[in-house]
């Protein structure tokens, strides 16, 4: 009795473990990877496109609306102590630390991860990843690395977008619908915020784009059979990414902040 | 000379290959048939190092595949995947070309376009085609471009993996002889799995039936008809009595 509980609540720990030994050896094989020839540097170039270029409209919706809102939410709770004036500040260390990186993360991971681990799923179900194999490329070289890169790259610059779209949303709202002087709301915001404010938003960037390619790329490949299969696979990247999202975002801000 | 011995691959309790045992002699088209399941493609995979076997030997010209130089050994196959495998995001020709453009002798772009063009001429398909994409052509022609991949390097051995599953009796007639009149042309060794008898009569010189996880029977074509083996005689001629059972 005992034992069969003991090993009913073992095997999933097990499986646990052993799915992320097997997500460390593949990213400590991607890293590999990175440096040593060859490069596909026409793949880097499209996937800078894809992952970068055209997650700019959906990040910076994302900014542009979060920056209006959390204006309205400091303003609102400020003026429980008189501290409406905290507004532009807070607005620009929010976006910058916090906002901008994470839900530009969730965001460009629901649209990559997703459609990362889709088309390399299909490619696995449809032989393409064999082919590639069997005329002499090294998959993983191919299709994630190239991946991983172009959206460890870009997903700083996204943040550093969505960060400066973030905060003109909050200048939007302040200037329009709180009373705010536009030359004065600009002069607190900048007045208060550092540069680490903004570095370490664009490190977190960094380390989330990494992530979600990542996880784009592992579920892709180790995608079963079938559309089921890589629904599956689609559903996992996204849901692995932005757990994993959340989880660097509270340890990169105790390294970085907790002091 | 590619040669298999004892050759075992298990997916869990699915014992798919339990000592596979073949020769297959350089210039010549083996074809292995066998319903579907008996692990056709797994063998085939294994050779290829796509799947490692679980025990058994599998040298090429007396070198075991699994050591040495991968992507020399790689160069030497050509591959003709069932549904084509043609990468959707690459241009016709740049699916053929794929293996010039890359590697140490990687030649000029204009060169291997060139090379890519005759390579569908030769499978019967007009350059205009070289600048679509996969996705624009029908299932036949994508066979063909496949197929002008698999020969795009010239490879010394050509793997086709059920090369007319999906096309209807003319287009499988069609494939079937490019098939024979590249190999024969080429003077490559080929082997085929299939289990369209067409293209077994069409294709091969020597005929192995993998069945049980073993090769049930092997011989020249010629001699198939002849054999008293009745798993041979129930495939070939399609019967649903015998000794492969058949779900109803």
Redesign the interface.
């Known amino acids: 009795m005992i034992e069969a509980t003991l090993g009913s609540l073992g095997r999933p720990v097990l499986q646990a473990i052993a799915s992320v030994g097997r997500v460390v050896l593949f990213a400590l094989s991607v890293v590999g990877h990175i440096l040593r020839p060859p490069f596909y540097l026409r793949e880097l170039g499209a996937s800078l496109l894809q992952i970068g270029w055209y997650s700019l409209p959906v990040v910076g919706l994302t900014a542009i609306f979060t920056g209006g809102a959390l204006a309205l939410q400091i303003y609102a709770g400020g003026s429980r102590f008189n501290a409406e004036s905290v507004v532009p500040s807070i607005v620009a260390i929010g976006m910058t630390r916090e906002l901008g990186p994470v839900l530009g993360g969730l965001m460009v991971a629901a649209r990559v991860a997703s459609s990362i681990a889709a088309e390399i799923g299909t490619m696995k179900v449809t032989e393409q990843i064999d082919a590639l194999v069997t005329l002499s490329t090294n998959p993983l070289k191919y299709l994630a690395v190239p991946r991983v890169v172009a959206a460890t790259l870009s997903m700083p610059v996204l943040v550093a977008v969505g960060d400066a779209i973030g905060i003109m949303g909050g200048w939007l709202v302040g200037i329009t619908r709180l009373d705010f002087n536009s030359a004065a709301y600009l002069k607190n915001t900048v007045d208060f915020l550092e540069g680490w404010d903004i570095g370490s938003g664009l490190v977190k960037g960094a380390v989330f784009g990494f992530i979600v390619a990542l996880m784009g790329c592992y579920h892709g490949m180790n995608s079963a059979r079938g559309a089921q299969g890589v629904g599956r696979a689609t559903k996992s990247a996204v849901v692995s990414a932005s757990v994993l999202i959340l989880a660097a975002n509270y340890l990169l801000t105790e390294v970085f902040f907790s002091s | 000379m590619i040669e298999l011995s004892g050759v075992h691959k298990r997916f869990g309790d699915n014992r798919v290959l339990q000592g596979v045992n073949l020769s297959i002699a350089s210039g010549t088209s083996m074809v292995i048939i066998g319903g579907s399941g008996t692990g056709k493609s797994v063998l085939l ?1 294994c050779i ?3 799947v490692r076997p679980d025990s058994g030997t599998i040298t090429l010209d007396g070198q075991d595949v699994t050591k040495g130089d ?2 020399a050994f ?2 030497r ?3 003709l ?3 084509g ?5 690459l241009r016709v020709w740049e699916n053929v070309a ?2 010039l453009v ?2 140490p002798t990687a030649l000029p772009k204009e060169r291997a376009r060139e090379i890519a063009v005759e390579k569908l001429r030769r499978v019967g398909l007009k350059p205009e085609v070289a600048d679509l994409f996969p996705a624009e052509l029908s299932g036949g022609m994508q066979k063909r471009v496949g197929l002008a ?1 698999a020969i795009a390097a010239e490879p010394e051995i050509i793997f086709f993996d059920e090369p007319t599953t999906g096309l209807d009796p003319i287009m499988s007639g069609v494939i079937n002889a490019l098939i024979r009149e590249i190999v024969v042309e080429m003077g490559a060794t080929a082997m085929t799995i299939t289990h369209d008898m067409s293209s077994v009569r069409a294709i091969a010189d020597n005929v192995a039936m993998l069945h049980g996880g073993v090769i049930r029977w092997t011989g020249p074509v010629g001699e198939m008809d002849a054999t008293s083996d009745p798993y041979v005689q129930q495939f070939i001629h399609g019967k649903a009595d015998g000794p492969i059972e058949s779900v109803r």
């Open positions: 995979k290829l190092g796509l991968r992507d790689l160069a196959f050509g591959m995947f069932q549904g495998a043609l990468f959707d995001s794929f293996r890359r590697g991949r």
